[in-house]
């Protein structure tokens, strides 16, 4: 029996990584293709990384926000370097969104501007905020009343979005690709359609960028393959490199409006988790980085929708953007990931029916292959019972 609270499904307990492998504790090895639910960007074990988190933990581990730390100093001042922007720092996704609602709501509050759109599919955080604007009902009725003002427009669809953002939107918050709503990418137009409307409507344009952001599908930002700049961009999940970090990137002409006390985090910003960060925007920044997530991304789609047209009977549909990739199944996903954890594959899912794929970026040409190997003899074993 576990002690934990009975929240979790869980069959393997995992010792220790490195690159893009995984070891339980029966001394078994998994080729990892969740990395950490997309935190593993750089695989595990990556060496600057280690290095940066050995000696900033040397020097200082924790100071709290009463004052600046040099690593916390330095990550802001690249991340808006990289995105024009003034940045908050937290410990997680779900901080980084209760921060941009809560300077939507405070940027929104002097035009009686309260009210938040997102997007059915969405998932943007379990803690209040958060989940008021996640789309999934399991996991937002048991805990209603949630926060008011939020409401929800069906994914791609920007007429209906242009019937909801009005005089009352402080925000529309938007995945550039959904993840945990089954991977889907906005269709073509959808988000620069949605920029002009919340420009010309006087709304803030939040990117959650926490799954699909930081090279994940092959550029820096995933908003910047659909043409349109943000007000706000949250990211979390690979920032750290493994330790817990959130950030909120937030148009510099708004940030000058927020004041001390607005918001803050005892925790925010911890010297070793940004220290940690530095060290992964300068590999995601290297010289031909992003260039070679694409082209591996590329070499992954090609190879799922060749499985997909030996099993038509099994996939439904394959898609995604760079290494974010989903594969929707014809039957529930999880005999899937059991069979390939059984041969020393480990992925995961959104939602019942679709594998969710996402490799660390560091994953070779030759471990695509072997992931594809393993899926089409899971598929060819009959893993998946046609609908
Ligand atoms: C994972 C995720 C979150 C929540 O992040 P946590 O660190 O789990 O709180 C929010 N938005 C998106 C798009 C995510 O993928």
Redesign the pocket.
């Known amino acids: 029996m576990s002690a934990f609270v009975p929240l979790y499904e869980r069959d393997l307990t995992i010792v220790s990584g490195k690159g893009v492998r995984l070891q339980d504790s029966a001394g078994r090895s998994y080729l990892d293709f969740a990395a950490g ?2 935190v593993n960007g750089l695989g595990h074990g990556d060496r600057a990384v280690l290095a940066a988190i050995r000696d900033q933990s040397r020097r200082l581990v924790h100071a709290s926000n009463l004052y600046h730390s040099e690593p916390g100093s330095a990550l802001a001042a690249r991340l808006s370097a990289l995105f024009p922007s003034r940045v908050f720092l937290c410990n ?4 980084a ?1 209760e921060a941009a609602i809560k300077f939507a709501r405070r940027l929104g509050r002097a035009e009686g501007r309260t009210e938040l759109l997102a997007f059915e599919g969405s ?4 803690t209040m905020g ?1 989940l008021s604007l996640t789309w999934k009902a399991t996991y937002r009725e048991p805990f209603e009343p949630l926060v008011p003002g939020m409401g929800f427009s069906p994914w791609g669809d920007l007429e209906a979005a242009g019937g909801r953002i009005g005089r009352g939107t402080a925000a529309v918050v938007v ?1 550039p690709v959904q ?2 709503g089954g991977v889907r990418p906005a269709p073509d137009g959808f988000l620069a359609g949605l920029a002009g409307l919340c420009r010309e409507r006087g709304a803030l344009l939040i990117a ?1 960028e ?3 952001g930081l090279g994940r599908t092959g550029r820096l930002f995933a908003h910047q393959r659909h043409g349109f700049t943000p007000d706000m961009v ?1 990211l ?2 690979p920032l750290g490199g493994g330790l817990p970090l ?1 950030a909120v990137l937030l148009r510099e002409d708004l940030a000058g409006r927020l004041s001390v006390g607005d918001h803050g985090s005892t925790f925010g910003g911890n010297p070793v988790a940004c220290a940690a960060a530095l060290a992964v925007l300068d590999r995601l920044t290297s010289e031909g980085f992003l260039e070679s997530v694409e082209k591996k991304g590329a070499t992954l789609a090609r190879g799922l929708r060749a499985v997909a047209r030996r099993h038509p009977g099994a996939i439904a549909e394959v898609r995604g953007l760079g290494l974010m990739m989903g594969v929707e199944l014809r039957a529930a996903a999880a005999p899937v990931l059991k069979a390939l954890a059984a041969r020393g594959v480990l992925a995961t899912r959104a939602g019942d029916r679709v594998l969710r794929l996402l490799p660390p970026l560091v994953v070779k040409p030759a471990e695509i292959r072997e992931f594809l190997d393993a899926l089409e003899a899971v598929l060819a074993g009959g893993a998946v019972e046609s609908a």
Request: hydrophobic content about 25%; charged content about 25%.
């Open positions: 639910i997309g997680s996704g779900t901080e969104v998932f943007h955080g379990r958060a995945e993840g945990e959650d926490i799954q699909c949250t979390a999940k959130g």
